[in-house]
T-cell receptor
């Protein structure tokens, strides 16, 4: 299995509070992605990274920011969490010479 | 831009066959198929590239009609282990980032 972890695995937070989710990989893969998964919507790309400090927006980036200061870590920040951001968040990684994305175990976030 | 998958759900008996379809309104560079079991992360099944090349880990077949912007996943002689939600991911940009737009998923349940 690809070495990819997410933390925390579960989080409950209140509306208006900032939240940061962490994705950590030990594979030295160049590409990293953040998705959210909601019933009826499948997986939707929030942001992705193609290298250290190189990031770009995905389909549903409003309300989210990301940072990647090291190859192994990709952080997703909700500056001011809203109930619509209640979801399961998946991080994924992909190597330069591969089409396969390896997904982390997911983080279940509940915003009350 | 999100591809449309059909059917939304299918129930099979062991040994029966199923076809899952994925249709895009955009021209595609490639189509990727993933399977997600309940409570787990999605897992890569295969990729179909323009020009007919296919790469995958499992004995599951698929087709890619570039002109119609469609792909189909064929599950033959289904086993209990095939149960899960199947997602197609479409690459409408090309390039090396492997950025995908996923469909909403097809739930497959295989019964004894």
């Amino acid at each position: 299995d690809a070495g990819i972890t997410q933390s925390p695995r579960h989080k409950v937070t209140e509306t208006g509070t900032p939240v940061t989710l962490r994705c950590h990989q030990t594979e030295n893969h160049r590409y990293m992605y953040w998705y959210r998964q909601d019933p009826g919507h499948g997986l939707r790309l929030i942001h992705y990274s193609y290298g250290v400090k190189d990031t770009d927006k995905g389909e549903v980036s409003d309300g989210y920011s990301v940072s990647r200061s090291k190859t192994e870590d990709f952080l997703l920040t909700l500056e001011s969490a809203t109930s619509s951001q209640t979801s399961v968040y998946f991080c994924a990684i992909s190597a330069t010479d591969s089409y396969e994305q390896y997904f982390g175990p997911g983080t279940r976030l509940t915003v009350t | 831009q999100q591809p449309v998958q059909s059917p939304q759900a299918v129930i099979l008996r062991e040994g029966e066959d199923a076809v899952i379809n994925c249709s895009s309104s955009k021209a595609l560079y490639s189509v990727h198929w993933y399977r997600q079991k309940h409570g787990e992360a999605p897992v890569f099944l295969m990729i179909l590239l323009k020009g007919g090349e296919q790469k995958g880990h499992e004995k599951i077949s698929a087709s890619f009609n570039e002109k119609k912007q469609q792909s189909s996943l064929y599950l033959t002689a289904s086993q209990l282990s095939y149960s899960g939600t199947y997602f197609c991911g479409t690459d409408i940009w090309g390039g090396a980032t492997n950025k995908l737009i996923f469909g909403t998923g097809t739930l497959l349940a295989v019964q004894p």
